[in-house]
């Protein structure tokens, strides 16, 4: 069974920076993505960023492409996620997802419950 345990968030001031990460467990499959989704309050799912398992390709949502970085550990099945100059309206729930497969937007099989990100003075 597949899991994906996210921790990292908090609460933070703006400008400030935290590292989320997501470890992955059960996974079988030779191929996958995973991703950085996130929702803040009263919104929808806005996709942050997403990285290739295999190729280690990256991918970024536009608006957040110069703050956030997104990376892995291979031995250890972790995917991370550095926000640096952190904003208010950064703050939402992140959840880390992972697709069979190669990244294609939108498409995710599992889900981490999420880890919350606060960022206000």
């Known amino acids: 069974e597949v899991q994906l345990v996210e921790s990292g968030g908090g609460l933070v001031q703006p400008g400030g920076s935290l590292r989320l990460s997501c470890a992955a467990t059960g996974l079988t499959f030779n191929e996958y993505a995973m991703s950085w989704v996130r929702q803040a309050p009263g919104k929808g799912l806005e996709w942050v960023s997403a990285?290739?398992?295999?190729?280690?390709?990256?991918y970024y949502a536009e608006s957040m492409k110069d703050r956030f970085t997104i990376s892995r550990d291979n031995a250890r099945n972790t995917l991370y996620l550095q926000m640096n100059s952190l904003k208010s309206e950064d703050t939402a729930l992140y959840y880390c997802v992972l697709k069979i497969g190669s990244y294609w937007p939108n498409q995710y099989d599992y889900w981490g419950e999420g880890t919350q990100v606060t960022v206000s003075s």
């Open positions: 990285l290739d398992w295999n190729d280690g390709n990256t």
